[in-house]
């Protein structure tokens, strides 16, 4: 069969593009990196697609907020392409800035009639942190996480905090299942409870580091699963086993063995 | 109708900037009680109604989830209303004309919402709970605003509407230079802010009394950014008679006869010989150097230093500086791809009271925090990663910092060459031109005063690493498509420069209105002189200037033909369509009389440095605890070090990825397991003893830091940057000579080529002391040494952390009596003594058989040794591995001091499995090798001197020493 066509959707200030690009090659996809405003120009490119993936990145420089100005572009550029995507059974992917994105234009759907559930805000120590994670994924919920349970990938973000805007927000989205990517401690059980620096790097409600929809199509996570493709990658590679290639690849492969 | 909208933390948040102000104002002794802040946006416009503004504000500007937005008039009582206490109000906004990267994009946003034309400001508001309003106004000069570029409101904004620029009216000006006396002359160039030396201005007047006319004084400021030290480097590549303790020595051009000597010898040995390969590509002459990576493809290094613009802004000078590196790697050939940064700082200690700092001196930990989180900001948006560096402390570099930034960048071979051709278009691209930067390349070349910031406030810049990414992004598909035939950077001297060097064998001429401008009101000399960052220069054949702006345009990037590169040898400078000036290239390149300088070298007393060591185990932590020494996490951590996804060795390795690495290793193609290796060497210690034996020192640093880690020191390329004080002093260039002849002999000795370098001098800082009298600062000659190698297959790099329990410890390279300006000395206040010194024919050997041992696999672990010695190395490969050691080190040095502590160069331990032990041993025959010790699982390291005890502390001890946070 052919090959599951993936856009890396790029854009100002987008820069992980192409080795997200590398990593669905190594998947097995045939991949595009296309600019936003060709995509406004045309929407209609969309549909030559099954995978769409928004990149990390700093889109418009992070002004205002984390993601907030390509959110509210494609909110209002291209709300009906993407609606029309996720209905035809198709996957969206956004890592670190592209979480940020996907959530904050609601296709996450994250929301209720009283606005949004959760938001991704400045991380509790207030910098930008870039270090590796011990993640737990839920393997049952959603398409890009099947078959992976524990696994590591570093994070690098300043606004990856998930805060949420109350409790029962919070209850909404475990009990929709929604919280597929924790942080947790190696060794530990996956907890609620908050684990204290640098397990949960940011502060993240209920340790969550990945939210998908409510069809687990659509998954948005701050880790970075194309930094661990190889397992040179690996910041202890040269003193443990480390498999080749890197866990993160599990991600991009479900994401091309769903269209198998 | 000019709107604000504030954005505060929502009830119950935590307001993280408040509380950051609060701990800065107690770290300099103020208790504030309680501290709430806002963002705050400023929207101008005639249509917008209050309805508009919220609107704006709801949808666009504040996060539901955790902010609340509160919008008025600008003046509004309830804006300036404490959200909770009775805090004083203090506004932070950037002045007008300075940058601001948040408002850029806040005004396109706006417009995306179906709000066309609304005019953008930011500020940031304090409300400040247990301080007077005078004593707001102080902190807030004192930790929140600088002002170079922002200014502070104490209590409500009053303002009737944004800066927008005024008017310019043409008027061409013209400068009196004929029939000025010496005196006259020398006026001239300190008041216009010229800064060239009388002989090059008595050049001028010559030059222009020949014409029969006066300059304008567009020709003038021509003339001075060309023939600026920042851009000539005239000092150094000048006629220099140097005298040392072996007699006399004449050059020419120094540098050209030193450093760049060795590098033409070096080539020409390879081309000679038949087993060999000249593996340079293009060396001091593009933006950066560049060689050979792989069949396809070619890496170019650079590094550069923003010390002047750090010391007035530390975040914008640092920020720019990135930025600046990042355009030297996009503006080489026709275009490299930034790969990965490295950045070394010099600062004073973090500790330093405010009460000691010199009037016009910030604070060494606020120089310190500001730079750190400009590299981050512009690197991280830039996505390149940072992945090596340093930091040196010095007292004297209170009033200059030091700021190196480094890029590499990797560029197919076919495109490692630029030539523009006649007839082609002049094109600009990226950001627009303003007032900012004005002078940055002739006051870079000044001595630093207390009253710069006043004076030289517009050399500052605030980078947008956005523009840059899109100028970036259309660069590489525009070189890709074959677009154009050259491209180079705006740096200093900006448009000047660009085009003056690009122009140099052709000709040129610019129409200077054609320039989009930031806001009105720019004369044409300062349109052709703005060091407004974020902007390229391409020369484009007319048949693709279409596509090209196309291309631009399609990713938002703005791009404009300014003129043409015209055959007619000369620069040709109109503003709608009148003539402002015309110089002949050759005039502009050749015509600087050469600068003629006396050197002396006056070797330094070394008294034998008395140093007894009672406590070794107090003096070893005393020295990881050291701010040299000590983790940088604080820094690293805040840098992405892996994106792009090519990082194979990391800045922090180890158990729990927390001990230091000798150097990066990065793959900068994801499909090809061939890696490129970073690292440097630097140390100013050394310098006040002596600088050959700096220099040569750094440079070993340097190379044994490449080949810790795996690379082949057959590939390593070397970069040099000096950073010394006033070189019109004959000592003082006689330092720096002496470090220059280092460099060619050690380059010569290693085989190691530079390929590219750059100085800063004048380094000096003069203030007014209590009582009058003019007081001087000079930074200690810093040299850093970068090196570039490469490893064949990142499978066989290597870490430093302690692998497994039981392996065997070796010493590589041999031990002397070397205490002079080392980190034992340093703790203990001890000055003088011998100096680390160099054997570059045995290092070389040394070097050849442990990379020929870790490409065969045999090196378990490998960390050189440097600051602190054979014992700091192995304390710090036991708390990166997590496990203890025991070695005995009789066997290095008869005397325990010198064997613990002693800083020769060209050193190693490494770790070797028992049963590798004689394959090692073997492969290292013709090598000064000891079996010192070996790994225990017991987290303790102890050292002995001939069964002696000298040291024995836990691992979790080393490491908690070794943590000693930065002072910041």
């Known amino acids: 069969?052919?090959?599951?066509?993936?856009?890396?959707?790029?854009?100002?200030?987008?820069?992980?593009?192409?080795?997200?690009?590398?990593?669905?090659?190594?998947?097995?996809?045939?991949?595009?990196?296309?600019?936003?405003?060709?995509?406004?120009?045309?929407?209609?490119?969309?549909?030559?697609?099954?995978?769409?993936?928004?990149?990390?990145?700093?889109?418009?420089?992070?002004?205002?907020?984390?993601?907030?100005?390509?959110?509210?572009?494609?909110?209002?550029?291209?709300?009906?392409?993407?609606?029309?995507?996720?209905?035809?059974?198709?996957?969206?992917?956004?890592?670190?800035?592209?979480?940020?994105?996907?959530?904050?234009?609601?296709?996450?759907?994250?929301?209720?009639?009283?606005?949004?559930?959760?938001?991704?805000?400045?991380?509790?120590?207030?910098?930008?942190?870039?270090?590796?994670s011990y993640l737990a994924a839920d393997a049952s919920r959603c398409v890009f996480l099947r078959?992976?349970?524990?696994?590591?990938?570093?994070?690098?973000?300043?606004?990856?905090?998930?805060?949420?805007?109350?409790?029962?927000?919070?209850?909404?989205?475990?009990?929709?299942?929604?919280?597929?990517?924790?942080?947790?401690?190696?060794?530990?059980?996956?907890?609620?409870?908050?684990?204290?620096?640098?397990?949960?790097?940011?502060?993240?409600?209920?340790?969550?580091?990945?939210?998908?929809?409510?069809?687990?199509?659509?998954?948005?996570?701050?880790?970075?699963?194309?930094?661990?493709?190889?397992?040179?990658?690996?910041?202890?590679?040269?003193?443990?086993?480390?498999?080749?290639?890197?866990?993160?690849?599990?991600?991009?492969?479900?994401a091309v063995e769903y269209f198998a | 109708m000019l709107w604000e909208v504030d954005i505060h933390p929502a009830a119950g948040r935590v307001d993280r900037e408040g509380e950051r102000l609060v701990e800065s104002a107690r770290a300099i002794g103020v208790a504030l009680t309680g501290v709430a802040t806002a963002r705050g946006f400023l929207l101008e416009s005639q249509a917008l109604a209050e309805a508009d503004a919220r609107r704006i504000a709801e949808r666009l500007l504040a996060d539901t989830v955790v902010e609340h937005a509160v919008v008025g008039r600008v003046g509004g009582e309830h804006l300036s209303t404490p959200p909770a206490g009775n805090g004083r109000l203090v506004s932070v906004m950037p002045k007008p004309g300075v940058m601001d990267p948040v408002a850029q994009t806040t005004e396109g946003a706006v417009a995306e919402l179906g709000y066309a034309d609304v005019r953008v400001g930011t500020l940031r508001k304090y409300w400040m709970d247990g301080v007077d309003a005078s004593g707001a106004e102080s902190l807030g000069r004192r930790l929140l605003a600088n002002d170079a570029i922002e200014q502070l409101v104490v209590g409500p904004l009053r303002l009737e509407r944004l800066h927008a620029g005024s008017p310019y009216r043409f008027e061409l000006k013209t400068v009196t230079i004929l029939g000025l006396d010496d005196d006259g002359l020398m006026r001239l160039s300190r008041e216009g802010q010229l800064y060239l030396q009388l002989a090059e201005m008595q050049t001028i007047q010559r030059y222009y009394a020949d014409l029969g006319r006066e300059p304008t004084d567009i020709e003038l400021e021509t003339l001075a950014q060309t023939w600026s030290e920042h851009c000539s480097h005239k000092t150094l590549a000048g006629r220099i008679a140097y005298r040392d303790e072996n007699g006399e020595q004449r050059f020419e051009n120094m540098l050209k006869e030193t450093v760049f000597a060795a590098t033409v010898e070096l080539r020409r040995r390879w081309s000679e010989a038949p087993d060999r390969e000249d593996w340079c590509e293009s060396v001091f002459k593009d933006n950066a150097g560049v060689v050979r990576f792989d069949e396809t493809d070619n890496v170019c290094f650079k590094v550069e230093t923003h010390n002047h613009p750090s010391a007035l802004e530390p975040y914008g000078g640092a920020n720019t500086g990135l930025g600046g590196v990042l355009r030297d790697t996009l503006g080489t050939g026709l275009g490299a791809k930034p790969v990965c940064s490295t950045d070394v700082f010099c600062f004073a200690p973090p500790t330093t009271p405010d009460e000691d700092l010199p009037a016009g001196v910030l604070a060494p930990r606020r120089v310190m925090r500001g730079v750190v989180e400009g590299v981050r900001d512009y690197g991280n948006r830039m996505g390149v990663p940072t992945v090596n560096g340093a930091v040196c402390f010095d007292d004297r570099y209170l009033g200059n910092p030091l700021v190196y930034c480094g890029n590499v960048g990797i560029v197919p071979?076919?495109?490692?060459?630029?030539e523009p051709q006649p007839g082609d278009l002049i094109v600009a691209i990226g950001g627009r031109t303003g007032r900012d930067g004005i002078h940055g390349a002739t006051f870079s070349s000044a001595e630093l005063t207390s009253e710069s910031e006043s004076v030289s406030g517009g050399a500052v810049q605030i980078g947008n690493a956005i523009e840059e990414k899109k100028v970036n992004d259309v660069l590489l598909q525009a070189r890709d498509r074959g677009l154009y035939t050259a491209v180079t950077d705006c740096g200093a001297g900006g448009f000047s420069s660009a085009v003056g060097e690009m122009g140099e064998e052709i000709g040129a001429e610019v129409e200077l209105a054609s320039a989009p401008l930031k806001y009105e009101g720019l004369s044409y000399t300062e349109i052709w002189i703005s060091e407004a960052q974020e902007r390229m220069v391409f020369s484009v054949p007319e048949?693709?200037?279409?596509?090209?702006?196309?291309?631009?345009?399609?990713?938002?990037?703005?791009?404009?033909?300014?003129?043409?590169?015209?055959?007619?040898?000369?620069?040709?400078?109109?503003?709608?369509?009148?003539?402002?000036?015309?110089?002949?290239?050759?005039?502009?390149?050749?015509?600087?009389?050469?600068?003629?300088?006396?050197?002396?070298?006056?070797?330094?007393?070394?008294?034998?440095?008395?140093?007894?060591?009672?406590?070794?185990?107090?003096?070893?932590?005393?020295?990881?605890?050291?701010?040299?020494?000590?983790?940088?996490?604080?820094?690293?951590?805040?840098?992405?070090?892996?994106?792009?996804?090519?990082?194979?060795?990391?800045?922090?390795?180890?158990?729990?990825?927390?001990?230091?690495?000798?150097?990066?290793?990065?793959?900068?193609?994801?499909?090809?397991?061939?890696?490129?290796?970073?690292?440097c060497g630097i140390n100013p210690r050394y310098g006040d003893l002596d600088t050959y034996r700096m220099a040569a020192s750094a440079i070993d640093e340097a190379i044994r830091n490449c080949v810790a880690v795996g690379a082949d020191p057959a590939r390593i390329a070397l970069l040099d940057n000096f950073c010394w004080g006033d070189c019109e002093q004959a000592d003082t260039l006689g330092s720096l000579v002496r470090a220059a002849l280092a460099c060619r002999d050690l380059s010569l000795a290693y085989e190691a080529p530079f390929i590219s370098g750059k100085d800063s001098l004048n380094n000096e800082f003069s203030f007014m002391a209590e009582g009058g009298e003019k007081r001087s600062i000079a930074i200690p000659p810093t040299l850093l040494i970068s090196g570039l190698g490469q490893i064949a297959d990142v499978a066989n790099a290597v870490t430093m952390d302690l692998k497994r329990p039981g392996n065997l410890l070796y010493a590589v390279g041999e031990t002397h009596g070397e205490l002079g300006g080392s980190h034992l000395a340093l703790v203990r206040g001890a000055a003088g003594?011998?100096?680390?010194?160099?054997?570059?024919?045995?290092?070389?050997?040394?070097?050849?058989?442990?990379?020929?041992?870790?490409?065969?696999?045999?090196?378990?672990?490998?960390?050189?040794?440097?600051?602190?010695?054979?014992?700091?190395?192995?304390?710090?490969?036991?708390?990166?591995?997590?496990?203890?050691?025991?070695?005995?080190?009789?066997?290095?040095?008869?005397?325990?001091?010198?064997?613990?502590?002693?800083?020769?160069?060209?050193?190693?331990?490494?770790?070797?499995?028992?049963?590798?032990?004689?394959?090692?041993?073997?492969?290292?025959?013709?090598?000064?090798?000891?079996?010192?010790?070996?790994?225990?699982?017991?987290?303790?390291?102890?050292?002995?001197h001939g069964g002696q005890p000298c040291v024995r502390a836990s691992v979790a001890s080393l490491d908690a020493a070794w943590r000693t946070p930065l002072g910041c």
């Not at chain 2, 001091?897 to 060209?906: G, K, Q, R, T, Y």
């Not at chain 2, 032990?917 to 025959?925: G, K, P, R, V």
Request: hydrophobic share 45%; with cysteine; charged share 25%.
């Open chain 2, 413 to 418: 071979r076919d495109k490692t060459h630029k």
């Open chain 2, 833 to 944: 003594g011998e100096p680390p010194s160099v054997d570059p024919l045995v290092a070389r050997r040394s070097y050849a058989a442990l990379h020929a041992a870790m490409s065969g696999g045999l090196v378990a672990s490998c960390h050189d040794a440097s600051e602190g010695g054979l014992a700091a190395a192995l304390a710090e490969m036991c708390l990166a591995g997590g496990l203890g050691a025991a070695a005995d080190l009789s066997a290095l040095h008869d005397d325990r001091v010198c064997a613990l502590f002693s800083e020769s160069n060209s050193r190693f331990v490494c770790e070797i499995t028992s049963a590798q032990a004689e394959a090692f041993e073997a492969a290292m025959a013709g090598v000064a090798i000891q079996r010192v010790g070996h790994v225990n699982a017991e987290p303790t390291l102890t050292i002995t």
């Open chain 2, 543 to 679: 048949r693709n200037a279409e596509a090209f702006r196309e291309l631009c345009e399609g990713e938002g990037v703005e791009v404009c033909v300014i003129g043409r590169f015209t055959p007619t040898g000369k620069l040709t400078l109109k503003y709608r369509g009148e003539h402002v000036g015309e110089l002949p290239m050759d005039f502009l390149h050749n015509g600087r009389p050469p600068v003629v300088r006396e050197a002396t070298y006056t070797p330094a007393s070394r008294d034998p440095a008395s140093l007894t060591v009672d406590d070794a185990t107090s003096d070893l932590l005393a020295i990881l605890a050291s701010p040299n020494v000590a983790s940088k996490e604080w820094i690293i951590r805040q840098y992405d070090h892996e994106v792009q996804g090519g990082s194979v060795v990391k800045p922090l390795v180890g158990v729990g990825e927390g001990g230091p690495s000798d150097a990066a290793v990065v793959r900068p193609k994801l499909d090809s397991r061939r890696g490129i290796v970073i690292a």
């Open chain 1, 1 to 132: 069969m052919a090959l599951p066509r993936v856009l890396v959707l790029r854009s100002p200030g987008a820069n992980c593009d192409e080795e997200t690009e590398h990593a669905f090659r190594l998947a097995g996809a045939a991949v595009d990196r296309l600019h936003v405003n060709r995509l406004i120009e045309a929407p209609a490119l969309l549909a030559d697609y099954q995978v769409l993936c928004i990149p990390g990145g700093f889109s418009y420089g992070d002004d205002i907020a984390a993601g907030r100005v390509l959110a509210n572009l494609v909110l209002a550029r291209l709300p009906d392409a993407l609606r029309a995507f996720r209905d035809a059974d198709k996957l969206m992917l956004g890592v670190c800035n592209g979480f940020q994105v996907l959530l904050k234009t609601g296709i996450l759907e994250a929301e209720d009639q009283a606005g949004p559930l959760a938001t991704l805000t400045w991380n509790d120590h207030g910098r930008f942190e870039a270090r590796w």
């Open chain 1, 147 to 254: 078959d992976m349970d524990r696994v590591e990938m570093p994070i690098a973000h300043a606004e990856g905090k998930i805060a949420v805007r109350d409790d029962a927000a919070l209850a909404k989205l475990a009990a929709g299942g929604r919280i597929v990517l924790r942080y947790a401690a190696p060794g530990e059980a996956a907890t609620d409870e908050l684990l204290p620096f640098p397990a949960n790097p940011n502060g993240s409600a209920a340790n969550a580091a990945g939210l998908c929809d409510s069809t687990g199509r659509v998954l948005g996570l701050m880790p970075h699963p194309e930094r661990f493709v190889d397992a040179t990658q690996h910041p202890r590679w040269t003193r443990e086993p480390v498999e080749q290639p890197g866990a993160g690849l599990r991600v991009f492969r479900n």
